[in-house]
């Protein structure tokens, strides 16, 4: 069975910081994705990694997929306000378009 | 396009009655997957279909849950009879095969009281 996991589950960093969030599988995947989350709300695609070594960026935020250690990163580069939701990765190890596998979650949190 | 459409997006029910989500997928979109997020389990997949056949539905308590998909613009999920631990936020998302990651619906909030 696949397992997806984060961690950290909670982070709470002050504006301007900078902060990893890490996602580990348990099975071969050469698929991850990363969701956004802002409370009462629906998720929201982010990154899509489709490839060992795959980088992607948007704004503040950066996304990279190491396959060979089952590990994708969410890097957080001078934290706003702005930014605070809960942010999810998934694995999909399955054809393209079939289930994925949600992590528990990140929930951030940035203080002025 | 307007995305995936939920509804209804609140509905709230007493233990024992019957209640349908609707979900209309993406057009063109040949995925449908209803998931269940509770802050204890987390987002759970509870069925999936594919060209509107149940491609695995283990994750769906089949005693009073059960899954349609009577034409590919449509699906329901439906419980009966409800109860107080199926209080949760209920998402319907739709892929592409070819395509990669899902779009979410605005997802339906049952509570069962």
């Known amino acids: 069975e696949l397992k997806v996991e984060q961690n950290p589950l909670f982070l709470s960093m002050q504006e301007g910081k900078n902060y990893t969030i890490y996602c580990n599988y348990s099975?071969?995947?050469?698929?991850l994705y990363w969701y956004r989350q802002d409370p009462g709300k629906s998720l929201e695609s982010l990154f899509v990694?489709?490839?060992?070594?795959a980088v992607k960026q948007e704004g503040r935020l950066m996304a990279s997929l190491d396959t060979k250690a089952r590990l994708s990163t969410l890097h957080i580069t001078a934290a706003v306000h702005d930014l605070s939701a809960t942010y999810f990765c998934?694995?999909?190890?399955?054809?393209?378009?079939?289930?994925?596998?949600f992590g528990e979650g990140t929930q951030l949190t940035v203080n002025p | 396009d307007a995305g995936v459409i939920q509804s209804p997006r609140h509905e709230v029910t007493e233990m024992g009655q019957e209640v349908t989500l609707r979900c209309k997928p993406i057009?063109?979109?040949?995925?449908l997957f209803w998931y269940r997020q509770t802050m204890m389990q987390g987002l759970e997949l509870l069925v999936y279909?594919?060209?509107?056949?149940?491609?695995?539905d283990s994750g769906m308590p089949k005693d009073r849950f059960s899954a349609k998909m009577p034409n590919a613009s449509f699906s329901t999920l439906k419980i009966q009879p409800s109860e107080p631990r199926d209080s949760a936020v209920y998402f319907c998302?739709?892929?592409?095969?070819?395509?990669?990651?899902?779009?979410f619906g605005s997802g339906t909030r049952l509570t069962v009281v």
């Open positions: 990694l489709l490839s060992n070594g």
């Open positions: 998302a739709s892929s592409f095969a070819g395509d990669y990651g899902y779009t």
């Open positions: 279909f594919n060209n509107k056949a149940v491609m695995d």
């Open positions: 998934a694995v999909d190890i399955g054809a393209s378009g079939s289930r994925l596998t």
């Open positions: 099975t071969t995947s050469d698929r």
């Open positions: 057009s063109g979109h040949d995925y």
